[in-house]
């Protein structure tokens, strides 16, 4: 494992080199992805691009038209932790939370979590319900894409050569928003998910009903997943138990795991539990949504269907 | 080619001079360069956390930081954390609570609770067991090394008033 | 005051806990472990292994030619370079003409530093031929297998082919106790089940680890982290032709064995490199070649028939019992060690036994804490749960009617001295408050209790020697070569020389493991170093006592039998005497020098030897002697637990372990090993299993191996370990030892406690969700014709 170093001080000095480099440099940011490929010769870069010390490409800060812009290099704990954060876009700080353990926690990045591109990745789920795009640059300029395109297989993004990821832009949830996302191992956060759940539930204040439904499965395919059928039998429905029910049973159905074998779970598991947990996570996070609303005459709420 | 950059880094409150090649990671620069061997290597990939040192505050694990990303960052490790006539209370409070069998985990584990106990003074089991659980031990079942971190925050507690 | 109480009560520091005398070290990072040596060898080479991926394969080509001539490798070996002989105790360096289990090493390489190795390790050019593969343990076993696992069967010391015809099985014993056609027909409910256990690692911190240095004599230095450097001396000798004088071993702390570093699978491939390169080499193994290649667990298969009368008197058993070896002769192969958990507990009068140890392409097993005792209780103590079930009888009651007592004769034939496990049982009984049914919350999680007892032999097995210096001033060494993976002997051994000169503990040193220095010992296994170890330390300070209180006795012209030795000072009949340093002559001119009065500079030298009685051979045919073991150790633990019926997780809430260890040495350091015990045998229960594809394991990683971390022991207030002691009569203090029994008896406790909570019952470790919740969904479904899910098969 031999490669060059080089530690630019700004964008375009990270420009050059990616240029220059292209797929031949890998960019670092925590390293607790990189730094153990390239220990067992799954990545053999000639050189390695650490940005972490690129001052453009920290932090978190609300944009002027509501949402939020975090930079790449915002680490699980900052996001875990961030006030900011909590209030409405917390689904990614759960998310950011159930990544491995406090170590890890402390140095991982939100944009090499996201860049690594393993399915069962925790805090890209929770991107994609939130409708986050991923802004890119490369000497030809800026573009953005959609969490939900920017994954492409396993471990593999639609990042070109010569391009980087700056930073997530994240609009605004709408109140009455509440998310909900889980990751289940048998040991808990330390393992990779076995299954993860993302689930996003707006509500309309007058009536209590669903006006916005996500759900996303990841390591259940070669990508996080997106269970559009399940999302859409949510839409303009009351709270009910049979529906969540429902909904995940066709999230299960349309889980793509591995057949094969597997070191985590087996197929038929995994899709058990995309049922067991995409309906706990659709519960919570209606509940989440309900908080805010007043659950008195101004609606009918059946009582015995409260999940 | 020779491919080894000098860096500085500061460790246990020394600033350090060392040349390193780019793919050495943090560990293996305090075992091999610096002769703090007190940071161990339990695994391949980050699992362990016998490697765990404090970086700005921070407790992460060195195996999987390149060295030279450490460049310009203060490092603490557990041959900083006290002396024998001077223990720190976790140091003190492993050896009085038999949190210690093999002893292999142990510098990682003190690091992992010292960082906890920094930051949350008032850690409850339930932190602790959460905190700690990237920390792996086979021999002594956690029991006692709750036990021990329990105490030793009481003790820090304490000395605070 | 009994005398025995007056007895413990004037101890000092016998029974109680004394602080370890090696964590402040280990605290303050200081303490050595075999890796932390390695910079103080300049020009060290560094070793890596090519590994086969193929669970069965020829090695059809293997060049090495590019990676000789690469810059900085200073040699590669194969196979034909590795010395012809073969020890039992020592799997083979490398690969010859066939590579017999994926992660067999077929060459390897010494070159400057780590990456160098591992670029030359890349360099190697090797073709296999894939060959048919045996992976699990019955098919391997039967005539005309599909593969022979070891060709040379028979063909080397250690080793025996049982029958050509089936040239897998390397080991059978038979235990024929009275006559089961008889007893079976007098039983009123016969039982019969399969269970079965998978294969799992130790997975001890630190992986294996030797540094190997040339000498100019020819000769060796070797510090390693394996265990017993007697033995490894012996090995190393033997093996290389090298004199035993010119071989020194020396350990460092060992970070962990639980049994991993009784076989010796990094040292002989560490002195191969050595002599060849005339160099300082030092092999260290990674996480996942500690998966592949460094021994495991033997996974088990237990086929169990039980007769019961109505009453609950077991009238009749039959077991065979099928101990999967792996892939090499270094396995504890057999038979005979799993079935001495089906022998310590229950009287069984009519008991017949066949245990198979058998070869297959996998990764090869060895010693694992408990040593095949867990998994023949796993099925017994399982077995017992549901026969009270069909007798509708309490499963305490059962064991109770069955339970041997002191005095009694096992199955074997020996005669029971010390067996405390009713007591355990009945500890852990009332602590978990077994017969009050669980508090059951809404929600998925359904909750049941579990018990389970159990003991372990302990082999009497070889001979300790320890020797005890007394230096002029008081202080006191200690020296020993049984081990120090963790488990405290280094305390033990302090404690002992304290207890026995009556000094403070700071006043003695503990010296251990250097061939050079230290006197002969096997290793710390089977439990035994307190009982061994310490009877011979024992011995020892009551050798250099008895010098010191010799030369008192011309001194202070009295009887020795008047004297004793207390905190540096002779006494005569009670009262002080003299001090202990003046017995100690200065050097003159005027006085005869040599001789045998005490002189300064020459510290008293005490020895001891000890060793248990030994074995009595027992018939081929019938397995029956007065005397297999030396001594059993015993254990009872009871659990509650909480099982997901919609994911089948399995959480331990409550723990209560009891022990009979004979006496509590030091009782922290017993509770260590119970809750330490306990954690490690959660994992074996409900978490670890290697996942083979093809034969090659593919979780080797400590992210996929499941290892318990903190979250999956339960709380600090729910787990409780309690003593039950049953005095050894040749035990130090009445000790025998407390390692193991730990291990045996959780997994059928929770096993019993999952089908006191849902009802269904698990005969396959481990009991993981997946497992689980196949079990829960059949258990819904209409009867289906096996009433079992598929079983699963080993290696695949």
């Known amino acids: 494992m031999k490669f060059e170093y080089w530690e630019p001080d700004s964008i375009p000095a990270a420009m050059a080199l990616l240029e220059r480099y292209r797929e031949r440099a890998k960019i670092l940011a925590g390293g607790t992805d990189l730094v153990v490929q390239m220990r067992r010769g799954i990545m053999r870069p000639d050189g390695v691009i650490h940005i972490g010390r690129i001052p453009e490409l920290k932090g978190i800060l609300p944009k002027v038209e509501g949402g939020i812009r975090i930079g790449t290099l915002t680490t699980m704990r900052e996001i875990e932790k961030s006030e900011i954060l909590q209030s409405g876009f917390d689904i990614l700080c759960q998310g950011a939370a159930q990544v491995s353990c406090p170590q890890i926690r402390n140095v991982a990045t939100l944009g090499g979590n996201t860049c690594n591109g393993v399915p069962s990745a925790d805090t890209v789920p929770a991107l994609m319900a939130l409708g986050a795009e991923a802004i890119l640059m490369s000497p030809a300029g800026e573009r953005s894409v959609p969490l939900e395109k920017f994954h492409n297989g396993p471990g593999r993004t639609i990042l070109k050569g010569d391009e980087m990821l700056l930073r997530f832009k994240i609009p605004a949830p709408p109140p009455f928003t509440g998310g909900c996302y889980l990751k289940y191992t048998p040991r808990g956060t330390f393992e990779l998910a076995i299954v993860g759940v993302a689930a996003l539930i707006t509500l309309n204040p007058r009536d209590g009903l669903c006006e916005n439904a996500r759900l996303i499965l990841g390591a259940c395919g070669p990508t996080p997943l997106r269970v559009k059928n399940a999302e859409s039998i949510l839409l303009g429905k009351r709270r009910d138990k049979s529906l969540f029910a429902r909904a995940a049973e066709i999230a299960a159905g349309e889980a793509k795991p591995n057949p094969g074998v597997s070191v985590r779970a087996s197929a038929p598991y995994r899709r058990e539990m995309v049922r067991v947990w995409s309906r706990y996570a659709l519960e919570k996070a209606w509940q989440k949504a309900e908080a805010g609303l007043d659950l008195s005459s101004k609606f009918e709420v059946n009582k015995a269907g409260n999940a | 080619m020779n491919m080894k950059q000098k860096i500085e880094l500061e460790v246990n409150g020394k600033t350090q001079e060392v040349f390193v090649e780019p793919w050495k990671t943090l560990l293996e620069v305090l075992r091999e360069d610096l002769g703090l061997t007190g940071a161990k290597m339990g695994c391949d990939d980050g699992n362990c956390g016998a490697c765990t040192v404090i970086v700005d505050g921070q407790a992460i694990k060195s195996c999987l930081m390149l060295a030279l990303q450490a460049r310009g960052k203060q490092i603490l490790t557990i041959e900083g954390l006290g002396s024998a006539e001077n223990l720190h209370p976790l140091q003190q409070a492993f050896i009085d609570h038999f949190a210690v069998q093999c002893g292999y985990c142990t510098p990682g584990m003190i690091m992992t609770a010292k960082a906890l106990l920094d930051e949350k003074p008032e850690a409850t089991e339930e932190d602790i067991r959460e905190n700690l659980h990237g920390n792996i031990c086979r021999c002594t079942g956690y029991v006692k090394i709750v036990e021990a971190v329990e105490a030793a925050r009481d003790r820090m507690k304490k000395r605070d008033i | 005051m009994s005398a025995k109480e007056s007895l413990i009560s004037s101890l000092l520091f016998i029974g109680q806990s004394i602080p370890r005398v090696d964590a402040l070290d280990k605290v303050l990072g200081r303490a050595r472990f075999t890796a932390d040596l390695q910079r103080n060898f300049p020009g060290l080479l560094h070793i890596k292994v090519l590994r086969s991926p193929h669970a069965h394969a020829r090695i059809v080509k293997l060049d090495t030619s590019r990676a000789e001539k690469m810059d900085g490798v200073r040699a590669v070996v194969t196979g034909k370079d590795c010395p012809e002989k073969v020890h039992f105790r020592a799997p083979r360096i490398l690969a010859l003409e066939e590579a017999i289990w994926a992660g067999e090493g077929v060459a390897a390489v010494a070159a400057g530093s780590p990456e ?558 119970m809750e330490g015990g306990f954690g490690m045998a959660i994992g074996a229960s409900v978490l670890e299993e290697y996942i083979f594809r093809d034969g090659l394991m593919i979780n080797s990683s400590f992210g996929n191996y499941r290892i318990p971390t903190f979250r999956e022991m339960p709380p600090r207030a729910q787990f409780k370990s309690f003593f039950a002691p049953d005095p050894l009569p040749d035990g130090p203090w009445g000790s025998k030892g407390i390692g193991e029994a730990t291990m045996v008896t959780v997994a059928p406790a929770i096993a019993n406690a999952v089908y006191n909570a849902v009802g269904v019952r698990l005969r396959d470790l481990p009991m993981n969700p997946e497992r689980v919740l196949q079990h829960l969904q059949m258990a819904k479904a209409p009867a289906s014709a096996s009433g079992q899910p598929p079983r699963r098969r080993g290696g695949q």
């Not at chain 3, 092999?283 to 996974?299: C, G, I, N």
């Not at chain 3, 207890?499 to 050079?516: H, L």
Request: charged share 20%.
């Open chain 3, 116 to 673: 160098i190795a591992e670029e030359a390790i890349g360099l190697i050019q090797v073709e296999y031929e894939k060959l048919p593969a045996v992976l699990d343990a019955e098919e391997a076993m039967q005539a005309n297998p599909p593969a022979v696992v070891d060709r040379q069967l028979g063909q080397y010391p250690g080793s025996s082919l049982i029958t050509p015809e089936a040239p897998n099985i390397t080991g059978h014993f038979k235990l024929r106790a009275g006559d089961v056609a008889k007893g079976f027909a007098e039983a009123d409910i016969v039982l019969e089940n399969r269970f079965s256990t998978s294969r799992i690692s130790h997975s001890q911190l630190e992986p294996a680890s030797c540094l190997a240095r040339c000498e100019p004599d020819g000769g060796v230095t070797l510090w390693t982290n394996g265990q017993g450097v007697h033995v490894i001396k012996g090995i190393i000798s033997d093996l290389f032709n090298l004199p035993l004088a010119k071989v020194r071993v020396i350990n460092p702390y060992q970070g962990g064995s639980f049994g991993n570093r009784l076989r010796h699978y990094v040292e002989p491939l560490a002195i191969l490199l050595a002599l060849k390169t005339g160099g300082t080499v030092q092999l260290t193994f990674s996480r996942k070649e500690m998966y592949l290649a460094a021994s495991t667990r033997l996974p088990v298969v237990t086929y169990i028939k039980t007769g019961v009368k109505r009453d609950g008197t077991i009238v009749a058993q039959q077991m065979k019992v099928i101990v999967d070896n792996g892939a090499s002769y270094a396995a504890v192969q057999d038979g005979r060690t799993a079935s001495s958990g089906a022998v310590p507990t229950y009287r069984i009068p009519n008991f017949f036994l066949d245990s198979y140890g058998v070869n297959t392409n996998t990764p090869w097993a060895g010693a694992y804490r408990g040593l095949g005792t867990p998994q023949v209780v796993w099925a017994i103590e399982c077995q017992l749960d549901m026969l009270a079930e069909r007798l509708r009888m309490d499963p305490v009651e059962l064991r109770r009617k069955n339970v041997l007592h002191k005095g009694e004769k096992n199955a074997y034939g020996e005669e029971i001295a010390s067996i405390g496990v009713m007591q355990c049982l009945e500890k852990v009984v009332q602590e978990i408050q077994l017969h009050e049914p669980s508090t059951q919350e809404p929600g998925p999680w359904r909750r049941g209790k579990g018990v389970a007892m159990g003991g372990k032999q302990n082999t009497p097995r070889g001979r300790s020697e320890a020797e005890v210096l007394v230096h002029e001033d008081g202080t006191i060494e200690v020296l020993y070569s049984a081990d120090e993976q963790g488990m405290g002997s280094e305390t033990v051994m302090a404690q002992i020389a304290a207890e026995e000169f009556r000094v403070p503990i700071c006043q003695v040193r503990v010296k251990r493991g250097d061939t050079a220095v230290t006197p002969y010992d096997t290793f710390s296994a089977s439990s035994f170093t307190t009982y061994n170890t310490g009877n011979a330390l024992r011995l020892a300070c009551q050798d250099a006592i008895r010098q010191i209180l010799q030369a008192a006795s011309q001194k202070l012209e009295a009887s020795p039998d008047d004297l004793t030795l207390e905190n540096g000072k002779i006494m005569v009949q009670g009262s002080p005497g003299m001090d202990l340093n003046k017995l100690f002559e200065p050097f003159s001119m005027f006085t005869l020098q040599g001789g045998p009065a005490l002189k300064k500079g020459t510290p008293v030298r005490g020895w001891g030897v000890f060793a248990p009685s030994p074995a009595v051979p027992w018939d081929p045919e019938t397995g029956l002697t007065p005397r297999m073991w030396n001594w059993y150790q015993y254990n009872a633990c009871g659990v509650e637990v909480a099982v997901n019926t919609a994911t089948g997780e399995i959480k331990i809430l409550r723990g209560v372990l009891t022990a009979d260890m004979g006496f509590p040495i030091n009782p922290k350091m017993c509770e260590g090993q």
